[in-house]
């Protein structure tokens, strides 16, 4: 019998497929985004992406706040959202499932469309060089 590697977006949807069986840390999903876009992660692109509107009337940080370390207040319901760094708020970004769930709504609101792995891997990576 041959072995089987399992290498970057395999790996990630496997993740994505049973976050029950393994907790995600930010890295892990930054890692899979960026295998599945074939380009490293960029702090830079993902501030960039969160802070600017994309066509939109809102952007990632009419929500989440800019930086998004402290409590952030929905647009539209009002609802108060925890913080989105990991730092400031260590649930963040650990169950892969929730993280796909809340990409695909929360891009749509913004750009209109799910992000893609780039996207999101930039993100990721700018949102856990926020530390306390």
């Not at 402290?70 to 108060?80: D, P």
Request: glycine share 8%.
């Amino acid at each position: 019998m041959v072995p089987i590697q399992l290498t970057g977006a395999l790996a990630f949807l496997l993740l994505a497929a049973a976050p029950a069986l393994r907790a995600a840390t930010p890295a892990e999903l930054a890692a899979g985004y960026a295998a599945q876009s074939g380009a490293a992660p960029s702090a830079a692109r993902g501030e960039q992406f969160f802070t600017n509107r994309h066509g939109r009337e809102w952007s990632c940080a009419t929500c989440h706040g800019n930086p998004p370390t402290q409590e952030g207040k929905h647009a539209a319901t009002g609802r108060a959202i925890a913080p989105l760094a990991p730092a400031f708020n260590p649930q963040r970004f650990t169950d892969a499932a929730k993280v796909e769930k809340w990409f695909r709504r929360n891009c749509n609101d913004v750009v209109g469309r799910e992000c893609t792995a780039g996207e999101k891997a930039d993100v990721l990576a700018w949102l856990t060089t926020l530390k306390k």
